[in-house]
């Protein structure tokens, strides 16, 4: 069955790093666009970040841009999320959907999510 | 603007029906694209209610519908149960982002 699975979470410092992974396992990793979502404590789902299926191309939400980069292994069907200059308002649970793509123009829905792994940033 | 606006929230009895309403704007649901529902019980990872506008997976029961017309779209779940008590969010592709757009989430109360 399909299944993606986070980890890599924890309490780290305002303005230090964390690296996140996400595997993978029930399809085949590399023919499908992955994600990054999270949610703040009591706050609603943000986008955070895209990669493409072949990993050449990658978009960001602008709260992220320049600190956080989203990769994957295709041979190792893992994707990931390296966190650098986290701060207070990143804290949150990361969730990496697997991306479907929809509709003519674009764009994708997300029929599979792990349990999420939760970071806390914090002195 | 790339904002989708929900109502915080909404409420009905066991039995009745209910719509949450999705407003975007051109560079999201107006200029075509897809919108998508998602359930999320407390405690737990969304699943997806609603794909392609008015598409349901395999196991959501049919009281679930989507529907988009312009620059929005709704949720109307009828025959209202007590398990429906969640938080729902539409979402769909941005153009001005180069990504996934979500609503602020609408928390329903079944009474």
């Known amino acids: 069955q399909v299944q993606v699975v986070e980890s890599g979470g924890g309490v780290v410092q305002p303005g230090r790093s964390l690296r996140l992974s996400c595997a993978a396992s029930?399809?085949?990793?590399?023919?499908?666009?992955m994600h990054w979502v999270r949610q703040a404590p009591g706050k609603g789902l943000e986008w955070v970040a895209l990669?493409?299926?072949?990993?050449?191309?990658?978009y960001y939400a602008d709260s992220v841009k320049g600190r956080f980069t989203i990769s994957r292994d295709n041979s190792k069907n893992t994707l990931f999320l390296q966190m650098n200059s986290l701060r207070g308002e990143d804290t949150a649970v990361y969730y990496c959907p697997r991306g479907m793509a929809s509709g003519h123009y674009g764009g994708h829905y997300y029929d599979y999510w792990g349990q999420g792994v939760v970071v806390t940033v914090s002195s | 603007q790339s904002v989708l606006t929900q109502p915080p929230s909404v409420s009905g009895a066991p039995g009745q029906r209910v719509t949450i309403s999705c407003t975007g704007g051109s560079s999201n649901i107006g200029a075509g694209y897809d919108v998508h529902w998602y359930q999320q019980l407390p405690g737990t990872a969304p699943k997806v209610l609603i794909y392609?506008?008015?598409n349901r997976p395999s196991g959501v029961p049919d009281r679930f519908s989507g529907s988009k017309s312009g620059t929005s779209a709704s949720l109307a779940i009828t025959g209202l149960q007590a398990e429906d008590e969640a938080d729902y969010y539409c979402q769909t592709y941005d153009l001005s982002l180069s990504g996934s757009l979500f609503g602020g989430g609408t928390k329903l109360t079944v009474l």
């Open positions: 392609g506008n008015d």
């Open positions: 029930g399809f085949i990793f590399r023919n499908f666009a």
């Open positions: 990669i493409s299926s072949d990993g050449d191309v990658k």
